[in-house]
């Protein structure tokens, strides 16, 4: 998401930079792709609303400094905002543990918890060079296993085998030991949220 949001906003900015004054009309066309990009990006709209709202105010107002061009002071403003929205602090998964380190998702129905075991699993594997195994839990919903599966292979990521007829618990042992003798750093249970929720 985020790269594709930079390749917007750069092809955005590129065409700013080239100007020699930043006019209302420069910044509201700027701010409409920006708004087309985050909008794209899943940003809530009132979120994108009030970020383009900021970077407006103080893209056009006093605040652009003299000594760059107006385009790079607006790349400028629109990044401190981003950052200023996102937090400026990460705070990485802890994975100070014995290897393999569980990860368990828990979370509201159709919340995201299986798009996130993928997109955790596939940062953790590209970024950090960790060897991930992910497993799904969810036992009820038809084709939930399948559903971590395509994502599995779609980011090159190992999923455990499915096994039909096994219980949350069993499939969750299987994981882990499965994570043990192949040598993974982390392994990622994805549940089904009614089940948490029923069997407390
Ligand atoms: N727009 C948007 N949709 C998302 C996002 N993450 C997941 N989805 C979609 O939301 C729906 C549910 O996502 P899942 O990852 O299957 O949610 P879940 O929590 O695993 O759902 P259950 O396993 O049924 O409880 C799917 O259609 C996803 O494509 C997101 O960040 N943005
Ligand atoms: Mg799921």
Do not use: C
Not at 42 to 64: I, P, Q, W
Not at 82 to 97: C, F, N, Q, T, Y
């Amino acid at each position: 998401m985020f790269e594709t949001l930079s390749d917007r906003l750069s092809g955005i900015f590129d065409k700013l930079t080239r100007r020699g004054s930043l006019s209302d009309a420069d910044v509201s066309e700027a701010m409409r792709e920006v708004r087309r990009a985050l909008l794209e990006a899943d940003v809530a709209l009132d979120v994108v609303k009030s970020f383009t709202d900021k970077v407006r105010a103080r893209a056009v107002g006093a605040e652009v400094v003299k000594s760059v061009t107006p385009g790079q002071m607006v790349v400028k403003i629109v990044h401190d905002q981003l950052v200023e929205m996102l937090g400026s602090e990460a705070k990485p998964i802890d994975l100070h543990a014995v290897a393999p380190v569980p990860i368990l998702m828990v979370g509201l129905q159709g919340s995201g918890k299986t798009t996130t075991t993928s997109k955790i699993a596939r940062r953790l594997k590209e970024r950090d060079r960790k060897k991930v195994l992910m497993a799904s839990l969810d036992t009820r919903r038809p084709a939930a296993m399948e559903q971590l599966k395509i994502l599995g292979e779609q980011n090159g990521v190992d999923t455990l085998p499915i096994v039909a007829g096994q219980s949350a618990v069993q499939i969750a042992n299987r994981a882990v030991n499965a994570a043990k003798l192949g040598g993974y750093d982390v392994v990622i249970l994805d549940t089904a949220g009614r089940v948490t929720v029923d069997e407390g």
